[in-house]
């Protein structure tokens, strides 16, 4: 099964600060990689899908980039609204498997 | 607009049954492969099953695989995930999720059903 680790797990930041966040494969999975992001009590969203496509009504401020083994979501300026938990995932084969989530919070 | 409404979920004792079902509404059903993705309480995500638009393939993640089934209705826009010998560690929020065409893509998620395992 291909492992994904996130760094950090948890992150402090300010609004207006710009961030990132990484992901690390156990193995190469080209770019069949995706980012979600959670707010407490509510389901998951797609942000990124194919290691860099933005999905549909995601604002341009998130970005994400990498390829292989390393990959990368950025959020430009950050904004009130995200503040929350950020999930990659590979779509490489089954099973499909999640990182463990980065944790970002209000300085 | 795609929604997704999943219910069933509910206290059970270990060792126990529930079905979970998931209605679906607002785009062609019968195109897309369907998940379940669960989160047991203040932890991450895992995906649980999968399976394809006409039902011929199903994939399950190793701890639930022999206990849980995946069906699907494409007459009534649903599916429905079977869950027996429920364990403890089984307790959490399931979602159903739409994939985004024929990939592994998650683009569309319900809010999700609580499902506990406790005695």
């Known amino acids: 099964d291909i492992q994904l680790t996130q760094s950090p797990s948890f992150l402090s930041a300010s609004v207006g600060d710009r961030v990132s966040i990484t992901c690390r494969a156990s193995?190469?999975?080209?770019?069949?990689l995706a980012w979600y992001q959670q707010q407490p009590g509510k389901a998951p969203k797609l942000l990124i899908y194919?290691?860099?496509t933005l999905q549909s009504g995601v604002p341009s401020r998130f970005s994400g980039s990498g390829s292989g083994t390393e990959f990368t979501l950025t959020i430009s300026s950050l904004q009130p609204e995200d503040f929350a938990t950020y999930y990659c995932?590979?779509?490489?084969?089954?099973?499909?498997?999640f990182g463990q989530g980065t944790r970002l919070e209000i300085k | 607009e795609v929604q997704l409404v999943e219910s069933g979920g509910g206290l059970v004792q270990p060792g126990g049954s529930l079905r979970l079902s998931c209605a679906a509404s607002?785009?062609?059903?019968?195109?897309?492969?369907m998940s379940w993705v669960r989160q047991p309480p203040g932890k991450g995500l895992e995906w649980v099953a999968t399976i394809w638009p006409d039902g011929s393939i199903k994939y399950y993640v190793d701890s639930v695989r022999g206990r849980f089934a995946l069906s699907r209705d494409n007459a009534e826009n649903s599916v429905h995930l079977q869950m027996d010998s429920l364990r403890v560690e089984d307790t959490a929020m399931y979602f159903c999720?739409?994939?985004?065409?024929?990939?592994?893509?998650?683009?569309?998620w319900g809010q999700g059903t609580l499902v506990t395992v406790s005695s």
């Open positions: 607002g785009f062609t059903f019968n195109a897309h492969h």
């Open positions: 995932q590979h779509r490489h084969s089954y099973p499909i498997t």
């Open positions: 194919t290691a860099s």
């Open positions: 193995q190469g999975i080209s770019n069949y």
């Open positions: 999720v739409r994939l985004r065409d024929a990939t592994t893509i998650f683009d569309y």
